[in-house]
């Protein structure tokens, strides 16, 4: 199985700051690779696949980056809405796809 | 407007069973692959089962294998998972997810209901 490690598991940043997530995968996975963001008590929803596209409607302060084992998730300026578990997700074992540990994203 | 809702969960004892249901609207149900995925309390989404557009073809987790069935009803736009031998650790919030946009992501979901072993 495909393992993908999340760093860091929960951050605390000020509204307007830059925030940076990791994802590393157990082994190659080109790019492979979706994000998703998840509020309490709802479905995760997904906002950047194979690595850096942003799915249609997600605002453009969020980016994804890298391939093969390496990925980068970020939010360009932090807002409110923002609070919520990020969760990186690998394909390239369609259909068994996993997930990461997910990052919860905290206002300062 | 693609929707999924998800029924059939509760509370049941270890060595249990249960039939989730997922009903489905907004898009040519008959065309696409579906899957499960749960969420256990505090923990990641974990993929659990999935099956093609014509039902031919299903996979699970390994978590899974040998006792949970997935199956579909493309005449009612309905997905099913039949879970028998439950155990504590299938206490999970579980999710019909479709990939509509494509089969390599997840853009729809279930709003997911809540099964516990206990």
């Known amino acids: 199985d495909i393992q993908m490690t999340q760093s860091p598991s929960s951050l605390s940043a000020s509204v307007g700051d830059r925030v940076t997530i990791t994802c590393q995968a157990s082994q190659d996975i080109s790019n492979y690779l979706n994000w998703y963001q998840q509020k309490p008590g709802r479905a995760p929803k997904l906002l950047i696949f194979d690595a850096s596209n942003l799915e249609r409607g997600v605002p453009s302060r969020f980016s994804g980056s890298g391939s093969a084992t390496d990925f980068t998730f970020t939010i360009s300026s932090l807002q409110p809405e923002d609070i919520a578990t990020y969760y990186c997700?690998?394909?390239?074992?369609?259909?068994?796809?996993?997930f990461g540990g997910g990052t919860k994203v905290e206002i300062k | 407007e693609v929707q999924l809702m998800e029924s059939g969960g509760g509370l049941v004892q270890p060595g249990g069973s249960l039939r989730l249901s997922c009903a489905a609207s907004?898009?040519?149900?008959?065309?696409?692959?579906v899957n499960w995925v749960r969420q256990a309390p505090g923990k990641g989404p974990e993929w659990v089962s999935a099956?093609?557009?014509?039902?031919?073809?299903?996979d699970y987790a390994d978590s899974v294998k040998g006792r949970f069935t997935i199956s579909r009803d493309n005449s009612k736009n309905t997905l099913f998972l039949q879970m028998d031998s439950l155990r504590v650790e299938d206490t999970a919030v579980y999710y019909c997810?479709?990939?509509?946009?494509?089969?390599?992501?997840?853009?729809?979901w279930g709003q997911g209901t809540l099964v516990i072993v206990s």
């Open positions: 997810v479709v990939g509509y946009g494509s089969g390599t992501y997840y853009d729809y």
């Open positions: 907004g898009f040519t149900f008959r065309n696409y692959g």
């Open positions: 997700q690998q394909y390239d074992s369609l259909p068994q796809v996993t």
């Open positions: 099956i093609t557009s014509s039902g031919g073809r299903s």
